[in-house]
């Protein structure tokens, strides 16, 4: 009988090495979690913002065996993230004006690789057929608009912009309305298509500019600042721990006719995903261009 157990127990062993592959391949089973880096890219969520970084997801997990992780977050949340390390990088960092507070506290406990993007601009936007062209004509004209504005989030950089320009220019009979950039845009669809008059937050690169005649109004005050650029940021050591797909992050730009092209494609599909993956092969030989 003793020998019989002993048999059986010796039987089990051999099964239980073979299952747990002691003695075979070390090949994960289907199904089974890779050991991948991930990368953690942090945006917000601006029409700008969500197709850059979607397209950039569908690059490093083509070209570098990583999985990325988008966040999005509220602007100031996401810089303090990239430098607490929480969040590895972000592309689409507004400078010097729009994010300039965040900058004057954090730039030093990140690592900035340059413009992305030249030629942004943000300030506030009204359709062409809107028969004013200044920020100084909005008080006078206040009824026209229904006496407001229509913002993104609150911690955006524009809308702190606006809410500087409503005091500057002595702007009492309009408020400033805050909601998302989804929410902005679909204002404006229903206004412009019933042709009446609207002014919101706004800036470009934005595929606004593309399905409406739209015009910026004239800030003399300048408080809505320049040209800017949309810079790329790292949290401090990304690039010892993956110098390659720093490099890239380093070297990859848009024009303003590529980067109004991607986000007028992401317009296009319901998954974000989906059409960041199509852009990136329908212009396969600027991407590539990027690794040369």
Same mark, same amino acid.
């Given at each position: 009988?003793?020998?019989?157990?002993?048999?059986?127990?010796?039987?089990?062993?051999?099964?239980?090495?073979?299952?747990?592959?002691?003695?075979?391949?070390?090949?994960?089973?289907?199904?089974?979690?890779? &050991?991948?880096?991930?990368?953690? +890219?942090?945006?917000?969520? %601006?029409?700008?913002?969500?197709?850059?970084?979607?397209m950039l997801e569908a690059v490093?997990?083509?070209?570098?065996? /990583?999985?990325?992780?988008?966040?999005?977050?509220? @602007?100031?949340i996401l810089w303090s993230s990239?430098?607490?390390?929480?969040?590895?990088?972000?592309?689409?960092? %507004? +400078?010097?004006?729009?994010?300039?507070?965040?900058?004057?506290?954090?730039? =030093?406990?990140?690592?900035?690789?340059?413009?992305?993007? !030249?030629?942004?601009?943000?300030?506030?936007?009204?359709?062409?057929?809107?028969?004013?062209?200044?920020?100084? $004509?909005?008080? @006078?004209? @206040?009824?026209?608009?229904?006496?407001?504005? /229509?913002?993104? &989030?609150?911690?955006?950089?524009? /809308?702190?912009?606006?809410?500087?320009?409503?005091?500057?220019? =002595?702007?009492?009979?309009?408020?400033?309305?805050?909601?998302?950039?989804? @929410?902005?845009?679909?204002?404006?669809?229903?206004?412009?298509?019933?042709?009446?008059?609207?002014?919101?937050? *706004?800036?470009?690169?934005? %595929?606004?500019?593309?399905?409406?005649?739209?015009?910026?109004?004239?800030?003399?005050?300048?408080?809505?600042? *320049?040209?800017?650029?949309?810079? /790329?940021?790292?949290?401090? *050591?990304?690039a010892e721990d993956h110098p390659?797909?720093?490099?890239?992050?380093? =070297?990859?730009?848009?024009?303003?006719?590529?980067?109004?092209?991607?986000?007028?494609?992401? !317009?296009?599909?319901?998954?974000?995903? !989906?059409?960041?993956?199509?852009?990136?092969?329908?212009?396969? $030989?600027?991407?590539?261009?990027?690794?040369?």
């Amino acid at each position: 009988m003793k020998k019989n157990i002993f048999v059986l127990l010796a039987s089990l062993m051999v099964l239980a090495l073979a299952l747990t592959g002691c003695g075979g391949t070390d090949a994960p089973a289907e199904g089974e979690a890779t &050991d991948k880096d991930v990368i953690k +890219l942090g945006y917000v969520q %601006w029409a700008c913002a969500n197709a850059n970084s979607h397209m950039l997801e569908a690059v490093l997990e083509e070209k570098f065996d /990583v999985d990325v992780e988008l966040v999005a977050m509220e @602007a100031g949340i996401l810089w303090s993230s990239v430098a607490t390390g929480d969040i590895d990088a972000m592309a689409c960092a %507004w +400078l010097p004006g729009t994010h300039k507070a965040y900058a004057e506290e954090l730039m =030093n406990e990140v690592v900035d690789l340059g413009p992305m993007f !030249e030629g942004a601009r943000i300030g506030l936007v009204v359709p062409q057929y809107v028969e004013i062209d200044s920020i100084e $004509e909005l008080n @006078a004209n @206040a009824d026209k608009f229904n006496g407001e504005i /229509v913002g993104i &989030d609150a911690g955006a950089g524009v /809308v702190a912009a606006a809410n500087a320009a409503l005091t500057d220019y =002595n702007i009492t009979d309009m408020q400033l309305l805050t909601s998302s950039d989804a @929410a902005m845009t679909a204002s404006l669809k229903t206004a412009y298509e019933e042709g009446e008059w609207i002014v919101v937050t *706004g800036w470009t690169p934005h %595929w606004m500019f593309g399905a409406f005649d739209l015009k910026f109004l004239d800030d003399p005050n300048g408080n809505f600042g *320049g040209n800017e650029t949309i810079n /790329v940021l790292t949290r401090q *050591g990304f690039a010892e721990d993956h110098p390659e797909i720093n490099a890239f992050l380093d =070297n990859y730009s848009l024009d303003t006719a590529q980067y109004g092209a991607l986000i007028s494609m992401l !317009e296009e599909y319901d998954d974000d995903a !989906e059409g960041a993956q199509n852009w990136v092969a329908e212009n396969r $030989e600027l991407v590539d261009s990027w690794f040369e």
